[in-house]
């Protein structure tokens, strides 16, 4: 849980509650906090301090992995199912929102040519949906033929988004609010 003060504390499910089992320093700007697949990482977006990612089993002093940051505002992160890709959306504090495929396990991220607000993988991890920040567009990325070959439109809107969606456990739908209003929105055609 991060509060406003973007302090961030773990608490485990098995515990009693009294206490977090970790606690994190500070960051500006709390936007969006996440887990990996097995639990093992725990990803932070922040509004200010670019995205940071904790190992979960190391020493609960470890430093985390900070990157994109020096004024990169990030809006929203997940992970892919199968651990393998973390994807944020986000961009400059100016608001080039930019939407970034980053392979955890090599150093170099991908940047795909669209402005997104919101990220959400189907849970075969075979697409990236996104949510536009401003276009009213909420797209699917086809990553098997390779991340952003190209994109197909699944919903357009008028007006902003507010960054909130997600996708059923089969992949079956997606559902993406806005501030037009909540959308249920099939996946398989």
């Known amino acids: 849980l991060a509060d406003m003060d973007g302090n961030l504390r ?9 206490r977090p089992v970790r606690a994190f320093e500070p960051s500006p700007g709390p936007m969006w906090t996440e887990f990996s697949p097995d639990g093992s990482i725990l990803g932070y977006a922040s ?23 020096g004024g990169t505002q990030t809006n ?13 959306a986000g961009g400059e504090i100016s ?7 980053w392979p955890l396990t090599d150093r170099y991220c991908r940047i795909l040519p669209y402005k997104a607000g919101a990220v959400r993988f189907t849970p075969d991890g075979s697409r990236l949906i996104t949510q536009g920040g401003t276009d009213g567009k909420v797209l699917a990325w086809d990553l098997e033929g390779g991340a952003g070959v190209g994109a197909t439109l699944l919903l357009e809107t008028a007006g902003a988004w507010d960054w909130g ?3 059923d456990a089969a992949g079956r ?3 993406a609010g806005s501030t037009g209003g ?8």
């Open 10 to 18: 773990v608490w485990s499910l098995d515990g009693d509650g009294n």
């Open 47 to 69: 509004g200010g301090g670019g995205i940071r990612l904790w190992d979960l089993t190391g020493p609960a002093g470890m430093d985390p992995l900070v990157f994109a940051q």
């Open 76 to 88: 929203h992160l997940t992970f892919s199912p199968d651990g393998r890709w973390l994807a944020t």
């Open 95 to 101: 608001r080039k929102l930019r939407l970034r495929l």
């Open 165 to 167: 969606m997600a996708v």
């Open 173 to 175: 739908f997606l559902l």
């Open 182 to 189: 909540t959308w249920k929105i099939p996946l398989n055609g």
